[in-house]
């Protein structure tokens, strides 16, 4: 039997091990709408804060969107 491969999940913080999934549901479900709250949450952006560029980016698309 040969293994299932998946793609790896996308990481928006390296750091913390937090994947674009995470990030987008957690903003789903909780209405966060800065990276304050979104490190609250689930953590991202509570290491190097290389990413908070990145949720940023996340948020204002989410934002285009609603
Ligand atoms: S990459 Fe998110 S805190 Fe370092």
Same mark, same amino acid.
């Given at each position: 039997? &040969? #293994? *299932?491969? @998946? #793609? $790896? #999940?996308?990481? *928006?913080?390296?750091?913390? @091990?937090? &994947?674009?999934?995470?990030?987008? &549901? $957690? *903003?789903?479900?909780?209405?966060? /709408?800065?990276? @304050?709250?979104? &490190? =609250?949450?689930?953590? $991202?952006?509570?290491?190097?804060?290389?990413?908070?560029?990145?949720?940023? @980016?996340?948020?204002? =698309? /989410?934002?285009?969107?609603?």
């Amino acid at each position: 039997m &040969s #293994p *299932v491969c @998946q #793609p $790896a #999940p996308k990481l *928006v913080c390296h750091c913390l @091990q937090v &994947s674009e999934d995470d990030l987008l &549901s $957690a *903003v789903e479900r909780g209405q966060l /709408r800065t990276v @304050q709250e979104i &490190s =609250q949450v689930t953590g $991202a952006g509570e290491g190097c804060t290389a990413c908070h560029r990145r949720i940023i @980016q996340y948020l204002r =698309q /989410r934002t285009c969107r609603t």
